[in-house]
């Protein structure tokens, strides 16, 4: 029976473990793509020790290339904020929910905010227990509820409509700029909103992407449908608004050349200023090609771990390049 008992609890703990590190987001450098551009590169991996070498000059990957105290600010989407804030990089308008203060004086600061408003982990990745376009303030409430019983440091922040884009930075390097759009699926007049997802969830599966997790209701209300509702034929429907490749976003790569170079510019102040050596950006605007300056564009967050399978994923014919440029940028 004790035996038993030590098998079982072994198992659980696995299996944690596994939950817990497979959320995380990163890049995975001992990935094939990657260890095959390496030997191109003459770069030397070590999967047992985590480093890169090339020339005589070593890189640690424990850290994804960028020093502790750099991954603490970008592991913080509060403190990324105000520090963006204070160098005058666009963010949402934002507030912590300080457990020190009471409920009243909180809910006080959420009412400054203006709706609709978004409520997430402050500490959190692949858009993980993110809940957007809340319209009150019991809404809000309920969101925080339920993170606090999972013990969860929270931001509220102001909603930002618009589309959502990856930026990876490497050495100060524009890598790639990936569009990731709306998990979205289209009415056929026959099947509910429940079928079409599932559709939607078996054919991501289907070509190895992620299916769509993160299911928005208050959205679905906002259109005048709910799970059993059947859309009428090419009617488009926006399942949620957290935009990210593990809840099923589908991936376009945008040149970098139709990107303005305002926002150019600030990508790499990003970088800079939180001292990353490699990030991922999300950056959330209207259009793109248009300067941040005329208050169309907002960091959302800032990833001291990004995940480099999106830009692998996208658009695979030409992804190899991407792969190239980035090892190519290493050392």
Avoid at 165 to 184: F, G, V
Avoid at 186 to 207: A, C
Avoid at 252 to 269: A, C, G, T, W, Y
Avoid at 285 to 293: E, G, N, P, R
Wanted: hydrophobic letters at 35%; one cysteine or more.
């Amino acid at each position: 029976m004790l035996h038993k008992t030590v098998i079982l609890l072994i198992l659980i703990i696995l299996i944690l473990f596994k939950l817990y590190f497979t959320s995380k987001e990163s890049i995975v450098f001992s990935a094939p793509y990657l260890v095959k551009e390496y030997k191109k590169n003459d770069i030397i991996y070590s999967k047992k020790n985590k480093t890169l070498m090339k020339d005589g000059k070593k890189l640690s990957t424990k850290t994804q290339l960028n020093k502790s105290g750099s991954n603490k600010i970008a592991n913080s989407k509060y403190e990324t904020s105000k520090l963006l804030q204070s160098y005058n990089i666009p963010v949402p308008k934002f507030i912590k929910w300080d457990n020190s203060k009471s409920r009243n004086y909180n809910i006080e600061l959420i009412n400054k905010l203006r709706y609709p408003l978004v409520v997430k982990p402050i500490n959190g990745t692949q858009g993980k227990d993110v809940y957007l376009n809340l319209q009150n303030i019991n809404q809000v409430l309920n969101k925080i509820n339920y993170l606090l019983s999972k013990n969860k440091s929270i931001i509220i922040e102001e909603q930002i409509n618009g589309e959502n884009y990856r930026i990876l930075i490497l050495n100060n390097e524009i890598i790639d700029i990936i569009h990731r759009k709306k998990p979205t699926i289209i009415g056929n007049g026959n099947h509910n909103i429940k079928e079409l997802i599932d559709t939607y969830n078996n054919i991501q599966k289907k070509n190895k992407n992620y299916p769509i997790t993160n299911i928005n209701y208050e959205l679905l209300n906002g259109q005048g449908l709910k799970l059993e509702s059947v859309p009428t034929r090419g009617r488009k429907i926006i399942i949620s608004n957290v935009c990210n490749y593990h809840n099923g976003s589908r991936l376009v790569r945008i040149p970098i050349q139709h990107v303005h170079p305002d926002n150019l510019e600030m990508f790499k102040k990003i970088n800079k200023v939180i001292d990353l050596n490699l990030s991922g950006i999300d950056y959330m605007s209207s259009d793109i090609t248009k300067s941040y300056k005329k208050g169309n564009g907002y960091i959302n967050e800032v990833n001291g771990g990004p995940d480099m399978k999106i830009h692998n994923v996208c658009d695979p014919k030409n992804s190899s390049s991407i792969i190239q440029k980035f090892v190519s940028n290493l050392f």
